[in-house]
């Protein structure tokens, strides 16, 4: 089956199983898995900020992110497309006994204009905002990216207003390869930054917050009290250090064929998509004849996987495990589907 539900449906290649295999480990609860301080003090570094800490998921990466910035009964802005919002169960009233403020962005891109408008005043019934999250790329707006300049105007206004910026960077790599943008430009407008490396770059596991050291020292602490301490974690960390210096480079490969799909499907009368909305390795389109069902069994009978994102809409994700000749069968169901 050519799997394109997700980029997080990757094995670890050979190169990556020997890598796992001769890693450094120790207990990282008692921070002794050399491996693991090698990744965390790799990716600050590559992001220019002063600390990581590994977690299990980007989820937990999100929340402790979440967490550290806020008391409870904050408010958190936040677009309508969020992961945050919609995919990760509530944890942030369940966790921080927070609410979410979710704004009506541009696919997934929410702007100052925006922004400003629901900070908060300071009456005693107002919820305070305490934090503006961001998602780049925005999976549910179809992988958009953030120009960087909008990304600064955001943050200063956070600086303004005495707000802390989060930001869930799970698809942070293809977000920099689609816009040209250094990984350090994201890390000068951001307070924390959770990244997953379980996505497209194709580790097996794990996920970093990175921030400030202080910060990053009370999300340890929050880290362990959700159960996310991990003791040989070196294993995994090795996993993701393979990912990131073999695999990110072949992310614009994946965006590549994104485009060709979108191509394929704008030029199908059975489905709608605007091809230019495809930034990165996310497709999402509309099934305008047939239903939702009956495109995912057809596109199965054709030896491909999609999955339904809600309403008329189906997903499809490309990887780095997705080759041309794939593509080609996934290209020729597009056209084949007649929608009866
Ligand atoms: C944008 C975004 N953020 C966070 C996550 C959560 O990552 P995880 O599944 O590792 O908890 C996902 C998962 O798909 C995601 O798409």
């Keep these: ?5 997700s980029d997080t449906v990757t094995c670890p290649t050979d190169g ?7 890693a450094a ?7 002794e898995d050399l491996g693991l301080i090698a990744l965390e003090e790799k990716v600050a570094d590559l992001f220019g900020m002063e600390k990581g800490v590994f977690v299990p998921s980007g989820t937990m990466g999100n929340q402790i992110g979440l967490k550290v910035h806020t008391q409870p009964a904050d408010e958190v802005i936040i677009d309508e497309n969020a992961h945050i919002f919609h995919s990760e169960g509530a944890a942030a009233g369940l966790i921080s006994g927070i609410q979410l403020r979710p704004l009506s962005g541009d696919r997934g891109v929410l702007n100052t204009t925006l922004v400003r408008s629901a900070i908060r005043n300071r009456n005693d019934w107002d919820p305070r905002t305490r934090v503006v999250a961001l998602e780049n790329s925005s999976n549910k707006g179809g992988g958009t990216c953030y120009p960087i300049h909008v990304m600064r105007e955001l943050y200063q206004l956070t600086r303004e207003r005495e707000l802390a910026l989060h930001l869930d960077g799970a698809r942070i790599w293809n977000a920099a390869v689609a816009t040209g943008t250094e990984l350090r430009e994201y890390g000068a407008v951001c307070d924390t930054i959770s990244v997953c490396f379980s996505k497209g770059l194709g580790a097996p596991v794990g996920s970093m917050l990175l921030g400030k050291e202080k910060v990053i020292k009370k ?14 974690a070196g294993m995994l960390a090795a996993a993701a250090s393979y990912a990131l210096d073999h695999h990110f480079e072949k992310l614009e490969e994946d965006h590549r064929k994104a485009k060709k799909l979108a191509e394929a499907v704008a030029g199908s009368t059975c489905f709608h998509i605007d091809p230019d909305h495809v930034e990165t390795n996310i497709v999402l389109f509309r099934v305008t004849r ?8 057809w596109f199965e009978s054709q030896d491909v996987a999609m999955i339904p994102f809600g309403g008329d ?10 080759s041309d000749q794939e593509l080609e069968t996934a290209l ?8 009866e």
């Design 219 to 232: 999300a340890r602490r929050f880290r362990k009290i959700l159960g996310g301490g991990m003791r040989q």
């Design 332 to 339: 020729r169901a597009v056209d084949s589907y007649k929608g």
């Design 1 to 5: 089956m050519i799997d394109l539900r």
């Design 290 to 297: 047939g239903t939702v069902d009956e495109a995912l069994a």
């Design 313 to 322: 809409t189906i997903r499809a994700t490309f990887h780095f495990q997705i």
């Design 25 to 31: 480990v120790g207990d990282d609860v008692f921070g």
């Design 16 to 22: 990556m199983w020997n890598a796992m295999h001769k």
